[in-house]
């Protein structure tokens, strides 16, 4: 599959294509149709499969294909655990919205507020949000959601292990009953089936598991070593390296006793 056959439009994919992609991620590929056609989505995926395009793409179509239901009312939010992903997601929202003529911006707390106040008092489509600052700037009176008409909650899982569930609760009670809504997760808790179960409507789900991938922040290296030599290796790598705190896994509970009185003996406690 590639691009040309989501239904898109031509200005979307331009900037698309000007990515560099030519073939949907298979979240982008599922879950881009089913948003097209106004349905409500539980989406399981992780960072890295491309589940940001998998809803801005339709959500941009959306929104750029139909008129406001109140000019200048904020017309579609994102909520995301951190202002590292908010801050992100804005990006590739602007990245992909290049030729439409929608705008968008991000709040998040941490910084000061009136840049955002102002920014908010000037317009916007499309609002990306951390729950905190939003209810925020919303009990100040500077942000009006009641003209929502998408709904995206970026890993919702995140959200909660956070803490964030009576802030997100208290965010979804200020949008309209009416409006699509989009709820991306890695994992699945009885917390977010709760939660999906109260806020979606006859929801379509979609999956994907991920390529295996590795942790970037953790270096792997290997060492082939003749079995008999391993114990030590694994102590010249501990004294060599001074390191303090070292987890060793073995097949066996008698091979873990044996490289733990390996390592006594040799002084590594
Ligand atoms: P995400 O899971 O949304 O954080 O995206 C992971 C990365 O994949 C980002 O760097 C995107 O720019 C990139 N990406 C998204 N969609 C595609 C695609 N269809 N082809 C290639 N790369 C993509």
Do not use: C
């Not at 750029?64 to 009312?73: D, E, I, K, T, V």
């Not at 979606?200 to 994907?208: E, M, N, T, W």
């Not at 290296?221 to 079995?227: E, H, L, Q, S, T």
Request: no cysteine; glycine share 8%.
């Amino acid at each position: 599959m590639n691009f040309d056959q989501l239904n898109l439009a031509p200005a979307i994919l331009r900037a698309v294509q000007e990515q560099g992609y030519t073939t949907p991620t298979p979240i982008q590929a599922q879950a881009i149709p089913v948003v097209l056609e106004g349905h409500d989505l539980l989406a399981g995926a992780q960072t890295g499969t491309g589940k940001t395009a998998g809803f801005t793409l339709p959500m941009l179509q959306l929104l750029s294909s139909r008129p406001a239901r109140q000019p200048g009312a904020i017309r579609a939010l994102v909520l995301t655990p951190t202002r590292e992903l908010a801050a992100q997601v804005e990006e590739s929202i602007r990245v992909y919205g290049k030729y439409l003529d929608l705008t968008s911006t991000v709040i998040f707390g941490g910084v000061g507020m009136n840049p955002q106040i102002n920014r908010i008092a000037r317009g916007v489509d499309i609002l990306v949000a951390t729950p905190g600052r939003l209810l925020d700037l919303e009990g100040q009176n500077h942000i009006d959601l009641s003209n929502v008409e998408i709904l995206v909650l970026d890993e919702a899982d995140r959200m909660l292990d956070m803490g964030f569930i009576h802030d997100v609760k208290k965010v979804l009670a200020l949008l309209p009953k009416d409006k699509q809504s989009l709820l991306f997760s890695a994992t699945f808790s009885d917390e977010i089936r709760e939660l999906a179960n109260g806020l979606l409507k006859s929801p379509k789900s979609v999956q994907v598991t991920p390529p295996n991938t590795t942790v970037e922040r953790i270096a792997q290296v290997i060492y082939p070593v003749g079995r008999n030599r391993k114990k030590d290796v694994l102590a010249h790598l501990i004294g060599e390296n001074d390191w303090s705190q070292v987890l060793v896994f073995t097949r066996t509970k008698f091979g873990a006793n044996k490289v733990a009185d390996f390592l006594n003996d040799k002084g590594i406690k």
